[in-house]
């Protein structure tokens, strides 16, 4: 916790040097939240012995937010799932410095892709793009500017590790991401962003791998790169759209990874999606370069039967380059989903993976290791997930 204190010291001081206006002393204000997400997810594959049929509590989080003045606020959220572990997830501290900037210091994800900075809540897939896991998008200890207007968004910050990291030397990142997004006919938009992340390993955080799972979060990886990188850099381009009662996005996202351990040359891996879905009975929305809680137009128990939204999603990652060899994954999603209010939803996920096996075993599921080691080169895997979750 030593390492927020300081990063909140070093922002107070960056408030006061930047001349935040003096504003009337305000009362502290405080805003429960939380949530609630659990899983049920079956799976199998044609060549791997793999079959699994298992439940998850796949996010159970507690939350306090408000005002501590008219210029700072703050954010301090715990969470825990079916391990039983407690960690916390945002807690940082806002001031606002001056002409319209503000200042985040604390814990808190970098800001890198659209599918990553939309909240787990109203993603239109249950997990998101596979280059986001592959890539490690997450949380990190650090301080950051950012602005916000009617149509654009801009955040850029330096961190340091996660707040959970025992890691005395775990590594830096530097990350900014900027979005703009135009109107488009009577209630629609276009959204445009991009966004860049460099980090490198500190001395107590071992080398960088890519890996991933077969779309559900319940079994282990299926393709991984092993450890090879002592530090790489993100590049991330992104678009959105809202027409009416549909939407589509996408994104295209390329790590160009400084390899400490391979044998020819710095790879390249690269991952996109394409997606596109409606609703039914309310409104996809849309607010701060994300996509933001969808609006019911009649919730159940309020004269109406809620709301019911679809989306296909065609996902890739690719970890071949030169030398490397850690595997390719396509997946395709078909969802549907109820949302009795806009604080509900129960639906459903259906995936199919076409599976091109890397190289190496590092951290794969057993029976996709076996595959490996056997000198397997692709497979199929496929599977529902289904979701209950509710948030205040």
Sequence with gaps: MTRTFTISAIAVGAVSALGAPVAAAQEPTLK??????????????????????????????????????????????????????????????????????????GQMKTPNSFDEIT?????????????????????????????????????????????????VDGGTALAARGTYAVPFGEDGLVHLGASARYREQGDDSGLIRYRQRPYAHIPGRVISTGAIADSDAFYGAEAAVIVSRFWGAAEYGVTDADCAA????????????????????????????????????????????????????????????????????DTLVLGADWWPTAYSRLGINAFWNDVSYGASTSGLDPAFAQ???????????????VRLQFDF
């Design 262 to 329: 391979c044998a020819v040359g710095d790879p390249t891996l690269y991952g996109y999606y394409l997606e596109a879905g409606m609703i039914l009975g309310g409104e996809r929305t849309y607010k701060g370069g994300r996509f933001d809680r969808p609006k019911v137009d009649a919730p159940l128990g309020e004269g109406g039967n809620g709301a019911w939204s679809f989306v296909a999603r065609l996902d890739s990652i690719d970890q071949r380059d030169g030398g490397l060899d850690g595997g390719e994954l």
């Design 32 to 105: 429960l939240s939380g949530r609630v997400q659990l899983d049920y997810s079956v799976l199998d594959a044609d060549r791997a012995d793999f079959d699994v049929s298992a439940g998850e509590a796949r996010t159970i989080r507690l939350a306090v937010a408000g005002d501590l003045s008219s210029a700072i606020s703050y954010k301090a959220e715990l969470a825990t799932d079916s391990s039983g572990e407690v960690s916390a997830t945002d807690v940082y501290l806002d001031f606002a410095v001056a002409n319209g900037w503000e200042l985040r210091a």
């Design 119 to 167: 909240s787990g809540r109203f993603t239109s897939t249950y997990e998101r793009t596979a280059f986001s896991d592959a890539f490690e998008f997450d949380r990190r200890i650090g301080v950051q500017a950012q602005r916000s207007g009617e149509r654009y968004t801009f955040a850029a910050g330096v961190f340091g590790e996660n707040l959970e990291s025992d890691a």
């Design 371 to 385: 595959q490996v080691v056997a000198g397997t080169e692709s497979d199929d895997v496929s599977g529902v997930t």
